[in-house]
């Protein structure tokens, strides 16, 4: 069954730092999405992205996020100077057309420290 | 703006036994999209049931049913026979049908299971 892959599963890294998570989405999906999970809290909206740009952005999403499509199959969200807030679970998912259900990856858990 | 609701932080139910959990939400919207993923101890989320606002029957999935109140807002999700794979954090999300197609979540339910 196809899935949505997301790399690495868990990432550590010094505040401050830049760090990119990846994901490979279903092949034949159009529509691309970024969540986050603060530990213990709600699953947050923070992006989505179709036909190679960006299509809704929450209030979270601000200048030192970026997300980009770089080779038609991989879908990745960099954030520039990652503060200890940004710690969390980030959730890449995608979705065929329209009306179609998401499909979720299994997370990346940040740590910044 | 939506906003999802789940009032019931944790939940518990014995093997076999059936649970229901619930959702309120809040929109002036008529097109829109329900859903109850499942997020195990894994903390992947797995769709568990999705209910189109314009569709009056509820829809079922196996041991997975929901009660749609579109009067009310209300979207509930029973699980019939609980099983000990059952046992996980339950979101229940909204989605706008002509607005965006971003998913809105409530908090989330833990569900323990007993055997």
């Known amino acids: 069954e196809p899935e949505v892959t997301q790399t690495p599963s868990h990432q550590v890294t010094q505040m401050g730092q830049e760090v990119i998570l990846r994901c490979v989405p279903i092949s034949n999906h159009l529509y691309f999405y970024w969540y986050r999970q603060i530990l213990g809290q709600k699953v947050e909206f923070l992006v989505s992205f179709y036909n190679n740009e960006i299509s809704e952005k929450s209030e979270i999403f601000d200048d030192q996020f970026s997300v980009e499509r770089p080779d038609g199959s991989n879908f990745t969200l960099k954030i520039r100077s990652t503060k200890l807030e940004d710690s969390a679970m980030y959730f890449c998912a995608s979705r065929e057309t329209e009306n179609t259900e998401a499909f979720f990856g299994q997370g990346t858990r940040l740590t910044v420290v | 703006a939506q906003t999802v609701t789940q009032s019931q932080p944790e939940m518990s139910v014995q093997e076999a036994e059936t649970v229901t959990l619930s959702c309120t939400y809040d929109t002036s919207e008529s097109d829109y999209y329900l859903f109850w993923y499942k997020q195990p101890p894994s903390r992947q989320m797995i769709l568990v049931i999705r209910?189109?606002?314009?569709?009056?029957q509820n829809a079922t999935e196996n041991r997975f049913s929901v009660n749609f109140q579109k009067a009310a807002k209300s979207f509930s999700l029973k699980i019939s026979d609980s099983q000990l794979g059952d046992a996980a954090m339950y979101f229940c999300?909204?989605?706008?049908?002509?607005?965006?197609?971003?998913?809105?979540f409530g908090e989330g339910t833990q569900l323990t299971v007993n055997p």
């Open positions: 999300a909204y989605r706008s049908g002509t607005s965006g197609s971003r998913l809105t």
């Open positions: 209910q189109e606002a314009y569709k009056q």
